[in-house]
């Protein structure tokens, strides 16, 4: 795509959204303004290199200008306007060539305890705040949507999503079984145990991803039993949303109304329903997609936390990383770095 046929493309979208007869059919009017979103990004990018390619110029014909003084002046800034100029382009490129799908900005993260009972409902925890504090490092933005806190401090389940730039890439390869192997507080000739803990990473659903039926949903209300004030415990403000066709069953209950708690559910579903349409997909092309990194199938054991070694390891990649605590406080950076990297040398 050239820069002439993205602009005349851009301006017939911009004519399409501002014809108020697009406005009545909501699912095209969100995908004209998506692409439109897309296009724009493009322009964007496409504009920043041709300005780089100038100053490049610019700069080449200072270099021969034949002043010492000047010439070292212009040798830096091609060098700085030259690797300006990569990352423009990987970024052209990368929105060229993704068939015009935007990396999400939002995710839902589902945390479940597995086998293991307390231990795993603590270890199940020890992940929640693992992520959540990284997100928070990343000045992104956490939802808490539901959660089933245990009496010792565990959770049974936590569900929450995350917003803001590059919480996908950073994230979407956390899918999987997590296993810990630790001695439990609570052991008394200090046996190692081995517990479990599940994580779902999914890209939220928008409107244009997924359609839902009202007809399609059973909706009830329920005393909320988790945090939130009195109010929320003595008023129905917790949802929970049955999609009948498929029999899956989504509930929020952390939010203080009735309407948020609702808005939550929707979500959850959509993006739960788009999840499974994916995983449907995925399972045909199994075959031809495999990679090292390994596979979407979340019964696989992608990563074991060993705390007698202190050690870390992931079983996809084969590489193992140190200092337990740190990394359970949020200090994803090393491992998220590396899964990214794999990541790429496969696509590669």
């Not at 052209?92 to 999400?104: A, D, F, N, R, S």
């Not at 999987?176 to 145990?193: M, S």
């Not at 995983?279 to 495999?290: F, I, L, V, W």
């Amino acid at each position: 795509m050239n820069n002439k046929d993205a602009k005349k493309e851009y301006d017939d979208l911009e004519q399409k959204l501002s014809d108020p007869e697009l406005l009545k059919n909501q699912k095209e009017y969100g995908l004209v303004a998506t692409r439109a979103a897309k296009l724009g990004k493009i322009l964007e990018a496409m504009d920043a290199v041709q300005k780089i390619e100038t100053e490049i110029a610019s700069a080449e014909e200072m270099r021969l200008s034949g002043d010492p003084e000047l010439k070292a002046m212009a040798e830096e800034d091609i060098w700085r306007l030259t690797t300006q100029k990569k990352e423009k382009e990987a970024l052209l490129k990368k929105l060229t060539t993704t068939g015009g799908e935007e990396e999400p900005t939002k995710i839902i993260m589902e945390i479940r305890a597995g086998a293991g009972g307390d231990e795993a409902a603590l270890f199940a925890a020890q992940l929640f705040q693992m992520y959540t504090r990284f997100a928070e490092s990343k000045k992104w933005r956490v939802e808490i949507i539901d959660q089933s806190p245990t009496t010792i401090g565990g959770i049974k389940e936590a569900i929450f999503e995350l917003s803001g730039d590059g919480v996908w890439r950073a994230l979407q390869h956390e899918s999987g079984v997590h296993r810990v192997q630790r001695v439990p507080d609570t052991e008394k000739i200090g046996r190692i145990h081995t517990s479990t803990a599940s994580v779902a990473v999914l890209p939220e659903a928008k409107d244009v991803d997924m359609e839902v039926k009202p007809e399609d949903v059973k909706v009830e209300f329920f005393r909320s039993s988790g945090p939130g004030g009195q109010n929320v415990n003595k008023v129905e403000t917790a949802v929970r949303l049955t999609h009948i066709p498929t029999g899956l069953v989504v509930a929020s209950q952390e939010g203080r109304s009735q309407a948020k708690n609702r808005e939550h559910a929707m979500t959850l579903l959509k993006t739960r329903l788009l999840d499974a349409r994916r995983q449907t997909e995925e399972k045909k092309m199994a075959a031809e997609r495999r990679e090292q990194i390994g596979t979407a199938d979340r019964s696989e054991k992608i990563r074991t936390y060993n705390f007698p070694q202190d050690r870390i390891t992931d079983h996809r990649i084969k590489e193992s990383w140190h200092h337990i605590h740190e990394v359970l406080a949020g200090n994803l950076d090393p491992i998220v770095k590396a899964m990214i990297n794999a990541n790429q040398q496969t696509q590669s």
